[in-house]
């Protein structure tokens, strides 16, 4: 940071106190698995997920370019069509109707010239979205805000501790009823996804940080708004130990690959002795070049038909590259 309007404009941290937690769920999705007791260390986290007014001042200092405003490399989408090839970003656009839930196609669309700053695609813009958060950033471009902030992104762990607030391991991080007593308690769709959303308060779509209730540790939308970018790579089974501490050490996954002629390749490996690059190859999903990393949270488009994720064991794989309208991010300082 160079000035000091950006120590002004820099989230507040709020305290994460150590301790132990179950994490983990066997009650909804099969990822969400195993469950464990885990133990975190002490940390600050943001209070709410970045937004757009203070994304605004890192570029502006920074000149920095996002994943979603850069040409694309046909290597890494192959089989694509060139002239989709374009800068741009997922866009969620809500159907005429019902429709099969099985096709993410249907609500989704390829927009060129979508960006954090025009978040519908060119005519778009944050003109009333100062304090909702930043969206159309990839795990690339929140990696960057966070070293500016002289912070870091959250491990999977710490976002799933923090989401509970200090709580019980309860269905929802504030207890077993999605609306407790009528109220709403986050920004998730209201309505009949895809394409009836009454709105959370009012807010179909993204909603100004702040606009529910704090948890017990005083940090807000932890669950729901915006699905929320951690270091963790994706990986399910006995493999997510590999991925936590991997993620807690810092490690991006980046890091090349030894000499295959070290080990065997007919030889079982336990995965905490995987090497970091093999454990981002495993990441991948079928057809794709690129890592995946966890997302914490849940978004404004949870609906319970479609997607129950909007509770703090819910995880979900995105590649590193994603650029879409639910995705943001809040940043970490530990020690």
Not at 35 to 56: I, L, Q
Not at 103 to 131: F, K, M, V
Not at 312 to 321: N, T
């Amino acid at each position: 940071m160079s000035t000091r309007a950006s120590i002004r404009d820099l989230t507040e941290l709020v305290e994460v106190p150590a301790g132990r937690f179950t994490m983990g769920s066997a009650d909804f999705y099969p990822d969400e698995g195993p469950v464990r007791d885990v133990d975190v260390s002490g940390f600050r986290m943001e209070r709410h997920p970045v937004t757009n007014a203070r994304f605004a001042v890192f570029v502006a200092e920074t000149g920095y370019v996002t994943v979603a405003e850069q040409e694309l490399d046909p290597a890494d989408f192959p089989g694509a069509d060139p002239e989709l090839l374009v800068p741009g970003g997922l866009v969620f656009t809500p159907t005429p109707g019902p429709v099969p839930l099985s096709d993410w196609s249907r609500w989704w669309r390829w927009q060129p010239g979508a960006s954090w700053r025009h978040p519908g695609g060119p005519g778009t813009d944050l003109e009333g979205r100062d304090e909702h958060p930043v969206v159309l950033v990839s795990y690339e471009d929140a990696l960057a805000y966070a070293a500016w902030a002289g912070r870091d992104l959250p491990t999977e762990v710490e976002a799933e501790y923090a989401a509970r607030g200090g709580g019980p391991a309860t269905t929802y991080a504030w207890g077993e009823q999605p609306d407790p007593g009528g109220r709403i308690m986050a920004n998730t769709w209201q309505g009949r996804f895809p394409y009836r959303n009454t709105g959370a308060k009012g807010w179909a779509g993204t909603s100004p940080v702040g606009a529910f209730p704090a948890n017990g540790y005083g940090l807000v939308d932890t669950i729901g708004n915006v699905w929320e970018w951690t270091r963790t790579l994706y990986l399910v089974g006995a493999d997510r130990d590999a991925a936590d501490a991997l993620a807690a050490a810092g490690d991006d996954g980046a890091r090349p690959a030894p000499d295959p002629g070290a080990s065997s390749c007919c030889a079982p490996q336990r995965a905490e002795a995987l090497p970091a690059a093999d454990l981002a190859a495993s990441s991948r999903a079928p057809g794709e070049t690129r890592p995946r990393r966890v997302l914490k949270g849940g978004s404004h488009l949870c609906a319970p038909e479609y997607c129950l994720r909007y509770r703090p064991p819910a995880r979900s794989p995105q590649s590193e590259d994603s650029a879409t309208t639910h995705i943001g991010f809040r940043c970490v300082v530990r020690g």
